[in-house]
T-cell receptor, first 116, second 118 residues
Framework: DTGVSQNPRHKITKRGQNVTFRCDPISEHNRLYWYRQTLGQGPEFLTYFQNEAQLEKSRLLSDRFSAERPKGSFSTLEIQRTEQGDSAMYLCASSSSFGSMNTEAFFGQGTRLTVV | AQKVTQAQTEISVVEKEDVTLDCVYE???????LFWYKQPPSGELVFLIRRNSFDEQNEISGRYSWNFQKSTSSFNFTITASQVVDSAVYFC???????????????FGKGTKLSVIP
């Protein structure tokens, strides 16, 4: 396992269409995060999974966004009825936890979404 | 609420010059982690360092060094003898260190774009 893998790398979609992104974390990592990064900004937290449980969601995550992590392995992020404002880089990260401690998060290369 | 400020939006240096990237943070947590990540044009965030708030010792790794000063809430990053390959956007970030229910989400600054000119 060489790191966090995200697919696709690039996605162009028409406004109103649905899109789904996939993230495969580092295999031994139980924590998985989704972030969104717009041009010229730092990544912003969207949601977090510990194993298969989605434990936290940012207010940035509107009802059109849904994320899953079945079986605590890979995760998918779906955006329904895309809007131009959804255009951004979507980054996935994973980390391990040991008790109440957390290791550093490792990021994938991201999926760049362009809504036209 | 947590906040990370990177006041330098863009910096240009000539190769072999030293450069310092500033990071100032705000948090109510008594224990926390500070991070630096590098984002080259390919887009992937590359982990550089994590620092525990208990440990104020400066750290050096090759041409990279970090200066953590809790008194001024700063965690600055210096690249010595910069190289063209150092050109990237650098992000400072902050997270909780210990929490039974916390997600340890990272709060990022807006980043500093470093251009190293040959």
């Amino acid at each position: 396992d060489t790191g966090v893998s995200q697919n696709p790398r690039h996605k162009i979609t028409k406004r109103g269409q649905n899109v789904t992104f996939r993230c495969d974390p580092i295999s031994e990592h139980n924590r998985l995060y989704w972030y969104r990064q717009t041009l010229g900004q730092g990544p912003e937290f969207l949601t977090y999974f510990q194993n298969e449980a989605q434990l936290e969601k940012s207010r940035l995550l509107s009802d059109r966004f849904s994320a899953e992590r079945p079986k605590g392995s890979f995760s998918t992020l779906e955006i329904q009825r895309t809007e131009q404002g959804d255009s951004a880089m979507y980054l996935c990260a994973s980390s391990s936890s040991f008790g109440s401690m957390n290791t550093e998060a490792f990021f994938g290369q991201g999926t760049r979404l362009t809504v036209v | 609420a947590q906040k990370v400020t990177q006041a330098q939006t863009e910096i240009s240096v000539v190769e072999k010059e030293d450069v310092t990237l500033d990071c100032v943070y705000e948090t109510r947590d008594t224990t926390y982690y500070l991070f630096w990540y590098k984002q080259p044009p390919s887009g992937e965030l590359v982990f550089l360092i994590r620092r525990n708030s208990f440990d104020e010792q400066n750290e050096i790794s090759g041409r990279y060094s970090w200066n953590f000063q809790k008194s001024t809430s700063s965690f600055n990053f210096t690249i010595t003898a910069s190289q063209v390959v150092d050109s990237a956007v650098y992000f400072c970030a902050l997270s909780e260190a210990y929490s039974g229910a916390g997600s340890y989400q990272l709060t990022f600054g807006k980043g500093t774009k470093l251009s190293v000119i040959p």
